[in-house]
């Protein structure tokens, strides 16, 4: 086992953890962090994987870094929504509330 | 030439977003249509090129892959930048006079809708697993922010679902990417079909295929993962509903569809083929069944479009292990009943629109004497609909007799059940909402008639879905273009 599997195998392990937490959280913001986890996670396979005779890869470390952007921007309209929600139906979960008036 | 065309496909979109954010709804309102013509004549142009020379690929700036992006520029890929053209010019069209200006946020729909845009084009002509990722995000970011738009606690609820669905799919997909990379240290569509071709199916790239098909089929809203669509879809604006319907559904199952057709008879097997096929049957049953059943007009094309989708997704079984006649007769059949579904279910929600617009509610019984107040809009509804019921001459009939044909050729003769079961049931739900519109009894008199422009619209796109079926074969001819191979690392 060389190091570079090791941190692929820690992304795997985060992925899991990450998808556990985005299915069983109800807490919109708890997800979103679940959501956090399983994006590290899968940058960290990205980056593990692609070392080729114990020389890092440039290309994946380019993607990752685009991933992350990406991921910052999922994360801020995520972010924007859940507060808008919660200041409008002051609810933390996607649950239907019986009182809201149906459109 | 082409390079000027390709700069003004992928530029004019994004530095249309930035330029509408600067500026409030009327301003943003001339501006875009002025953008809408420069794409609508850069896709015809790029059209004209590809179907006078064939098809290209371009580095873009320059720089070559894997660091540079670098674009496929094939028949199939033109076809759909003009599609994408002519609907969301409509849809933005519409959307210019449909949205009231002075709602202050409705600014923001414009640099919304321009990156949308730039994201499907971005998709339509990404050759590799990368740049089809960042396009499937802009996509699918934008996307929510349509629905989210000035919305209500209902509509922040289905923008957030949205958002946690499109979010997961885009993950599983990019963990697929990683291990594709990790795997064969290629990014490129092509370059990656080259490995496995010659190294035979490896149970490593099996199961990065199976995480990407997973991500892009929860994107797509395959049944049974298709519950985010029917409330995004139902309560967005109907502009937004129509772009998201025609064309944003259509992204990520292209990805899937490229993906399987490049690396499917390698890396997938008989079994994944036949589920996603019954998983798409089943949709096309069960969406049309749930359409026939929903109480408010907006939903119930919402649901038609899950069936809808479900057709898309017998490309799988029927071109695995077909031969090569039947494999692209199954392909020419998706392509239409991709382009004939957008026209069709873009006319379909924007008619809709007007039919909520004019008596003021959205529920089906409310429509109960609107054939008589609004018979155009009525009428263009009728028209998409006889083309997703797939009734000749439509590209909805053109596109199910190709695969009812396919499915002969391969021998799966249980999809003639999902083609003629889907069919009955369509047609169902476009009556009930007929009936529910030939309804004379009704005590309310005074209706709002919307502008005549909003009513010319849906009524252009349903008749080009009708027509599709006449001009069926030109547009297959452009589709089926031989692409000099050879590119992409």
């Known amino acids: 086992m060389t190091s570079s599997l090791l941190y692929a195998f820690a992304g795997v392990a985060l992925c899991g953890i990450g998808l556990f937490g985005f299915i069983r959280l109800r807490h919109l913001l708890r997800k979103l962090m679940a959501f ?22 440039p290309v994946p470390q380019a993607l990752v870094l685009t991933g992350i952007v990406v991921a910052i921007a999922a994360t801020a309209l995520a972010v924007v929504l859940i507060r808008r929600y919660y200041h409008l139906s002051g609810q933390t979960t996607l649950d239907e509330s019986p009182k809201e008036p149906s459109q | 030439m082409t390079l000027w065309l390709m700069a003004g496909l992928l530029f004019t979109p994004l530095a249309w977003a930035v330029l509408t954010l600067l500026m409030d709804f009327r301003k943003g309102r001339v501006v875009t249509w002025l953008g809408m013509l420069v794409q609508l004549l850069v896709s015809l142009g790029l059209w004209a090129v590809v179907a006078g020379d064939g098809g290209f690929h371009y580095a873009l700036g320059g720089w070559q892959a894997p660091l540079g992006i670098e674009l496929r520029v094939d028949g199939l890929a033109v076809t759909f930048v003009l599609l994408t ?20 946020w409705h600014r923001y729909f414009w640099p919304l809708y321009w990156f949308l845009w730039a994201g499907l084009n971005a998709v339509w002509l990404g050759g590799d697993l990368f740049n089809l990722y960042v396009g499937l995000e802009l996509i699918s970011l934008s996307a929510v922010g349509l629905v989210a ?34 795997q064969s240290g290629s990014l490129s569509l092509a370059g990656i079909a080259r490995l496995t071709e010659q190294s035979g199916g490896d149970p490593g790239l099996a199961f990065a295929l199976m995480l990407m098909m997973f991500g892009l089929a929860l994107k797509t809203a395959l049944f049974p993962l298709h519950r985010w ?46 589920g996603m096929g019954l998983l798409g049957g089943t949709a096309v049953i069960w969406g049309s069944w749930r359409a026939f059943l929903q109480p408010k007009l907006k939903q119930v094309v919402a649901y038609s479009s899950v069936a809808q989708i479900g057709y898309l997704f017998l490309l799988f079984p029927l071109t695995w292990g077909a031969s090569e006649a039947v494999s692209m007769q199954a392909q020419q059949g998706i392509t239409l009943q991709v382009i004939s579904h957008a026209l069709a279910k873009a006319a379909m929600f924007l008619a809709a629109g007007n039919l909520i617009m004019s008596v003021g509610s959205n529920r089906v019984e409310a429509l109960a004497g609107v054939s008589r107040f609004l018979p155009f ?113």
Request: aromatic residues 10%; contains cysteine.
């Open chain 2, 149 to 182: 738009l000035g919305g209500q606690a209902a509509a922040l609820r289905a923008a957030i679902r949205y958002l946690l669905a499109a979010l997961l799919g885009s993950l599983a997909y990019l963990l697929g990417v990683a291990l594709i990379y990790g």
């Open chain 1, 36 to 57: 956090n986890l399983m994006g590290s996670g899968v940058f960290l396979v990205m980056v593990g994987l692609a070392q080729r005779q114990g020389e890092p890869d």
């Open chain 2, 377 to 489: 809009s009525l009428f263009s509804f009728g028209l998409a609909g006889v083309s997703l019921m797939g009734l000749p001459p439509s590209g909805g009939f053109a596109a199910k007799w190709l695969l009812l044909q396919a499915s002969l050729g391969s021998g799966q003769w249980w999809w003639l059940v999902v083609l003629l079961l889907g069919g009955l049931l369509s047609a169902g739900y476009v009556f009930r909402i007929y009936r529910a519109s030939f309804v004379e009894d009704s005590d309310i008199d005074h209706f709002y008639h919307p502008p005549r422009s909003l009513e010319v619209i849906p009524m252009i796109l349903a008749l080009l879905s009708l027509g599709l079926g006449l001009a069926a074969e030109s547009v297959l001819s452009i589709m089926a273009l031989p692409f000099e191979e050879g590119g992409g690392v």
């Open chain 2, 85 to 104: 053209a002519l609907v969301a010019a409509a849809c933005g069209w519409h959307a210019s006079i449909y949205l009231d200006p002075a709602k202050s």
């Open chain 2, 229 to 274: 669509l029917p409330p995004a879809h139902g309560i967005a604006k109907s502009p937004v509903s129509a772009l998201l319907s025609a064309l944003v559904v259509k992204a990520s199952f292209y990805i899937a569809a490229r993906l399987w057709l490049e690396l499917g008879d390698e890396l997938g097997s008989y079994a994944l083929a036949q």
